[in-house]
Nanobody, 127 residues
């Protein structure tokens, strides 16, 4: 069972930056595709970004965050990061880390393709 713990959320003004991190317990962390999702109050959980498990990892982004957010991973530290720049009030949500074993799932943005989830970290962007 993989345990995921997010950190780094907080309150930031619009236009600011924030980095959230996710630490994994699994020794075979490098074998997992890692993703970030978010859920705003009253809305469904939505895909934000993902990074593949393969060497020279491939990244995937939701259109709403392309050019502003960057996902990265450090397999030695068993960690995945989401650097968020030029934040907007509509980015306010709980951000969840998720893990899918192996190569990126065919439906990279579908929550049910991921096997393990963290508890989330709140990101609030004020206008």
């Amino acid at each position: 069972h993989v345990q995921l713990v997010e950190s780094g959320g907080g309150l930031v003004q619009a236009g600011g930056s924030l980095r959230v991190a996710c630490a994994a317990s699994e020794r075979t962390f490098s074998s997992y595709t890692m993703g970030w999702f978010r859920q705003a109050a009253g809305k469904e959980r939505e895909f934000v970004a993902a990074v593949a498990s393969i060497v020279g990892p491939t990244t995937y982004y939701a259109d709403s965050v392309k050019g502003r957010f960057t996902i990265s991973r450090d397999n030695a530290k068993r960690a995945v990061y989401l650097q968020m720049n030029n934040l907007r009030p509509e980015d306010t949500a709980v951000y969840y880390c998720a893990a899918a074993f192996g190569r990126p799932p065919r439906r990279i943005g579908a929550p049910d393709e991921y096997d393990y989830w963290g508890r989330g970290t709140q990101v609030t962007v004020s206008s």
